[in-house]
């Protein structure tokens, strides 16, 4: 599901040549109108894990708009992302179940041990963090699901175990 945003960040990232490349593969599947202006940009994203600035400025050339427009569009939904993500991306439950069975504070220790706050991807491109209205799994509340996987039941003491165990 897509869902509008509620803040803005602009950290745009560039492309390299092999990625440019790969990103003239993807254009020509589509037709240059702004129809396809989102299903492009999940292309894209798809490809890249993220919305890279020349990317989008290639896009709109494709299209014949004005950059700022892919902008809009990439800002505006909150599914797009706009810069790399980490490996392991860790969605916190935000959602009224999770909240009363404590998720605010397994969000906090989050915030805590990898020093980073919701939207924001650890220095050393480990973990992005991110947090979601509801994952539909309330009778496990509080909730969290790193890439695939969820974990539900949380408490504070079980976070430095789930961020200790080894990619699966
Ligand atoms: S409220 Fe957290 S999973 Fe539904």
Redesign the pocket.
């Known amino acids: 599901m897509i869902s509008c945003r509620n803040t803005i960040r602009l950290t745009l990232v560039p492309v390299t040549n092999k990625s440019r490349e790969q990103l003239g593969k993807i254009l020509p599947a589509y037709s240059a109108d702004m129809g396809s202006l989102l299903p492009i940009l999940e292309a894209v994203q798809q490809r890249f894990g993220y919305l890279p600035e020349e990317a989008m400025d290639e896009v709109a050339r494709f299209l014949g708009i004005a950059n700022s427009t892919v902008y809009s569009v990439a800002t505006f939904y909150a599914h797009f992302r706009l810069a790399p993500t980490g490996k392991r991306i860790i969605r916190v439950?935000r959602?009224?179940?999770?909240h009363v069975r404590g998720?605010a504070r397994i969000l906090r220790e989050l915030e805590k041990r990898l020093g980073i706050k919701p939207g924001g991807t650890t220095a050393d491109g480990e973990y992005t963090l991110e947090t979601i209205a509801?994952?539909?799994?309330?009778a496990?509340?509080?909730?969290m699901v790193i890439n695939d996987r969820v974990y539900g039941r949380l408490t504070t003491g079980k976070i430095s175990q789930i961020l200790d165990e080894p990619e699966d």
């Open positions: 439950c959602g009224t179940a999770c998720g509801c994952f539909g799994s309330c496990l509340a509080p909730v």
